[in-house]
């Protein structure tokens, strides 16, 4: 696969740390997910954000979990629920396990 961007692109994309604060069973998407608020620190603040994750974590294992997202997508619905960022994993087999910092951070650190 060579889906070559140019750096400029690349600059335009916003990812940060985040705590999650707070998980829900998203029963009204089409596949198994997790609503999740994401607290991104005082610049950004809480965003939420739907997951399919649930074959990998529990949700009292999310909370206080700190994940890696994009931050500057425009919202998007997902069935009656508005997604506000896209917390980012890697995906095996529809399976997804979520990125995250090696160590604690504060929330709102941008990923460069």
Known sequence: MNNTISWDDFGKIDMRTGTVIAV???TEAR???YKLHIDFGPEIGVKKT???ITEKYKKEEIIGLQVIAVVNFPKK???NFMSECLI???VENSSVVLL???MEVPNGLKIS
């Open 24 to 26: 829900y069973d998203f």
């Open 31 to 33: 596949n198994p997910s």
């Open 50 to 52: 739907s997951a399919q």
């Open 77 to 79: 619905q997902i069935a």
């Open 88 to 90: 980012l994993g890697a």
């Open 100 to 102: 995250q910092p090696q």
